[in-house]
């Protein structure tokens, strides 16, 4: 189990998680890690306070927005990235024929020129 683990935080690397397939930096996978952690930190503070400070759940409630919005700005990334992988199929594929599907705009073939 800690040979697995050790395994794990060598292969990780603060640079890929912030990096589009093609290993450019991407803004929004940048920020969406940086807002889902303040967001982390900031629900933690809420229930600290929550329990023993003013009783209120307002830095909760908030700080589960502000996380929602970090996670969906890393979902855009990664849905960029399949959007992306789809048209450079469409690029590779080689063959005389095109194989883009029905209203395709992609403009690499005489159909969607």
């Known amino acids: ?3 697995h683990v050790k395994e794990m935080m060598e292969r ?3 640079a890929q998680m912030t990096s589009n397939a093609d290993g450019k930096t991407s803004s ?4 969406g890690v940086l ?8 629900f933690l503070l809420g229930c600290i306070d929550k329990m023993w400070l003013s009783k209120d759940v ?16 890393l979902g855009l ?3 960029q990235e399949m959007n992306n992988n789809s048209t450079d199929a469409v690029k ?9 599907p029905e209203g395709c705009k992609c ?3 005489e159909k969607c020129q």
């Open 1 to 3: 189990m800690k040979k």
């Open 12 to 14: 990780f690397s603060f």
């Open 28 to 31: 929004s996978g940048t920020m």
């Open 35 to 42: 807002i889902c952690t303040v967001g982390a930190v900031c």
């Open 58 to 73: 307002d830095i909760i409630t908030q700080s589960i927005i502000f996380t929602s919005i970090g996670a969906g700005l």
């Open 77 to 79: 990334r990664k849905y």
């Open 92 to 100: 590779e594929s080689g063959s005389n024929e095109c194989q883009c």
């Open 107 to 109: 403009g690499n073939c």
